[in-house]
């Protein structure tokens, strides 16, 4: 690695050196010369490739402008100044990064999704997974033709604003947790306290989630646990939405476990 000084008195840098100043491979060096994109100043004794100042300030653009996104190609015009309106290319390329950034939230929607229906599900069965989201795609003008058949616009409203698998929602957390606990305790008796206090949970995150409209909740429960109306809503295990009825049930007829009478 070295640094020498030309007849005209410039500093000239081996590659070995700008590689290390730069932190840039000498690999990558070789190549940006091979495309054109930076030749070197001048070729010594052996093929040695030396690089001048200003090859040095072109390497620093040409970093600045690949954390900027751009293509080698691109950069490659620019630097050439083929390409006139610096503004008019900055303004593509956040077009660009915004299109990206949206991509990106849909594919994290969609792994945070699939990891929340494992949690809900309480395994990791692919193929139920895979089933789950065909079924939505395929279901969605029946869905909107329920919606439409079913809900007021001010019911739909509220429905809009329902937590949805994939958000990243406190809500859906809240939903996962109780699930859970409801499957350690799924053999519990509708007396129980442990019961008790899981409908009681459950009665919190449903009037939470339907703004204190019970009415809306009752006919969401009927149209879809009870008639199998498909609404677009996740459907729980049987013995899951079983266990609540029948917590619900007990509670209505006879008062919370521990309730004075």
């Not at 081996?14 to 070789?30: C, D, E, H, M």
């Not at 459907?235 to 079983?242: F, G, K, M, Q, R």
Request: aromatic fraction near 10%.
């Amino acid at each position: 690695m070295k640094i020498i000084i030309n007849g005209g008195g410039c500093f000239m840098y081996s590659i070995g050196k700008l590689s290390k100043l730069s932190n840039v491979t000498i690999r990558t060096l070789r190549y940006y010369d091979e495309i054109g994109l930076l030749p070197p100043t001048s070729i010594g004794e052996g093929g040695r490739r030396y690089y001048d100042n200003d090859a040095v300030l072109k390497l620093h653009n040409i970093i600045f402008l690949k954390e900027l996104g751009f293509e080698l190609e691109t950069i490659h015009e620019i630097l050439a100044d083929q390409i006139k309106s610096a503004k008019d290319l900055l303004q593509i390329r956040l077009e660009i990064i915004q299109a990206e950034e949206k991509q990106l939230q849909k594919s994290k929607e969609k792994i945070q999704a699939i990891i929340q229906l494992m949690e809900l599900n309480g395994d990791d069965d692919w193929q139920g997974i895979f089933n789950t989201f065909t079924d939505v795609k395929s279901d969605k003008q029946k869905i909107i033709a329920n919606w439409n058949k079913y809900f007021t616009e001010e019911e739909q409203e509220i429905l809009n604003q329902l937590p949805r698998i994939g958000e990243d929602h406190e809500e859906v957390e809240k939903w996962t947790a109780l699930i859970n606990d409801i499957r350690l305790h799924i053999h519990k008796e509708p007396s129980s306290s442990e019961a008790q206090s899981l409908a009681k949970r459950w009665m919190g995150l449903v009037d939470n989630m339907f703004k204190g409209d019970q009415k809306l909740s009752q006919k969401v429960w009927h149209l879809n646990w009870e008639k199998k109306e498909n609404l677009g809503v996740y459907e729980y295990d049987p013995e899951i939405t079983d266990f609540i009825r029948r917590a619900y049930e007990y509670y209505f007829t006879h008062g919370q476990v521990g309730e004075s009478r």
